[in-house]
């Protein structure tokens, strides 16, 4: 690096804020080489017809592709989504793709204890299996605000809507055993010290407006939650996972950041981050 430093240098020279920029650009291809050289890659093929699966937040990143990778491999998909209209459109292009009918949006609001509930009331009234629940929907929001549960809304959707799902589908996993939920988490979970069973609506936070705190217990939570089911369901035949996806392009984070600075932010993300479908070629196993 010093090497590089010392060409740079002499190269932009007088131009030390060109060169600032050149060579942080040339740092930041070197990572995202690193990241394509050491990505492993899923080949598996297997076929998923006859099998049943929900997938939250699948319209667009992670989840969309996803739902597109499942889809092509001939799984009954069902997209339980906020944005109905916009997740219709990405359904009919994937089912025109893949020749796959079997792709329903629902709808679904994660914050909303009752929407979950009239999810799962529907999906029940039409499917008497689930094989695969993916709880991948996910937020970050730019200040602290409450549901109509009286939660704080990062949590509600990362982690109480997912739980509450989960929960509830669990018997019907379990008649439709051998069965698998997988819950996307964050490695910045590592970042929540402590876990304030008395304030997880983080009226007492001491980070500021505690938006990353927020966000790294909701992803906490939901790892405890998964280990703990995972041990609970050993012996019937559903098994419970965690992932850590990697770094990824996605908007999710970037209303936490001035709108001055989101395009700098954009841009860094989309050098050094993993497309969702580099996640999928790591993650879509069999």
């Known amino acids: 690096m010093a090497i590089l430093s010392m060409i740079l240098s002499n190269l932009f020279w007088p131009l030390p804020i060109t060169m600032y920029i050149v060579e942080t650009g040339c740092i930041l291809l070197l990572v995202k080489l690193l990241i394509r050289l050491t990505n492993g890659v899923c080949s598996s093929t297997n076929r998923l017809d006859g099998k049943v699966v929900i997938i939250t937040g699948s319209s667009s990143g992670i989840g969309l592709e996803v739902m597109r990778n499942l889809a092509f491999r001939g799984a009954k998909i069902y997209m339980a989504v906020p944005d109905v209209d916009n997740a219709k459109v990405l359904r009919d292009g994937t089912s025109a793709e893949s020749g796959n009918a079997q792709i329903f949006v629902k709808y679904i609001d994660l914050t909303s204890l009752k929407s979950v509930r009239d999810f799962v009331e529907e999906f029940l009234s039409v499917e008497s299996r689930l094989d695969v629940l ?75 407006n505690g938006i990353m705190e927020i966000y790294a217990t909701s992803k906490t939570c939901l790892i405890l939650f998964t280990r703990e089911l995972a041990k609970r369901l050993h012996g019937t035949g559903v098994e419970a996972y965690s992932v850590h996806p990697g770094a990824i392009t996605s908007t999710a984070f970037l209303n936490c950041f001035p709108w001055y600075f989101r395009t700098f932010v954009w841009a860094l993300t989309m050098m050094v981050s993993k497309t969702g479908i580099e996640i999928i070629s790591l993650t879509a196993g069999g």
């Open 134 to 208: 993916i709880n991948n929907a996910g937020m970050a929001a730019i200040k602290k605000s409450l549901t109509s549960d009286g939660l704080e809304t990062q949590m509600a959707c990362n982690y109480f809507g997912h739980f509450l799902l989960t929960r509830i589908l669990l018997d019907t996993m379990k008649k439709s055993a051998p069965s698998r939920i997988i819950s996307t988490s964050s490695m910045l979970h590592w970042t929540c010290r402590r876990i304030n069973l008395s304030d997880l609506n983080f009226k007492k936070s001491s980070s500021g």
